[in-house]
């Protein structure tokens, strides 16, 4: 309920007022939309997962601190979890399987960023029906694709692993999946948050 009702409601009127109409006019708008929408979210996650414990019915934990995530393939395990599961069991691994069964093995590497791509434009579409949405689910399909690329890059040349190469990359890594979630809220909030 404190998430909820007392940091997400608190953020909510004391940046937009009473009547409650969220912008992305400002600039850092967007970053403080990320923050109560992380709250509220996470707030009705809580409450949800304490009415569970109340009737005895297993309810998942649904955040685990997404904002120490340092890249956005992260970020998407650690916030909405039980989405995040059900569209890797239920689209992702039975598409990537289908097209790597028709490519052939050669080609999994191909098949599986297709599969991340088209995977988040659903999430985009599970979100709202609606063509920002559907980009927007691309564009995190795409960026969690070119991460990953980077990411062999690194192990490959055993950067990834270098002590201070670390510590650069996580703290930077945190910077950066807030402005890249700031940005999205930018694009998504006119259509998400009418005014």
Do not use: C
Request: avoid cysteine; glycine fraction near 8%; charge should be positive.
């Amino acid at each position: 309920l404190f998430y909820k009702f007392v940091l997400s409601e608190g953020i909510r009127i004391y940046f937009y007022g009473l009547n409650g109409n969220i912008s992305t006019d400002e600039l850092f708008d967007p970053f403080i939309l990320v923050i109560y929408v992380f709250f509220d979210f996470s707030g009705y996650s809580k409450i949800a997962r304490g009415m569970g414990l109340l009737y005895g019915i297993p309810t998942p934990i649904n955040f685990n601190a997404p904002f120490l995530a340092t890249s956005v393939t992260e970020l998407f395990t650690r916030w909405h979890m039980s989405m995040g599961q059900f569209i890797r069991r239920n689209f992702f691994t039975p598409v990537q399987l289908g097209l790597v069964r028709r490519v052939g093995v050669r080609w999994a590497s191909a098949a599986s960023v297709i599969t991340l791509v088209v995977s988040f434009g659903f999430v985009g579409l599970w979100h709202r029906l609606s063509w920002t949405w559907f980009l927007w689910g691309i564009a995190m399909g795409i960026l969690m694709a070119v991460e990953k690329f980077v990411l062999t890059f690194l192990i490959k040349n055993k950067w990834s692993s270098t002590g201070n190469i670390k510590i650069i990359v996580d703290t930077l890594g945190r910077v950066y999946v807030f402005i890249t979630l700031a940005l999205t809220v930018f694009f998504t909030a006119k259509e998400t948050f009418p005014e």
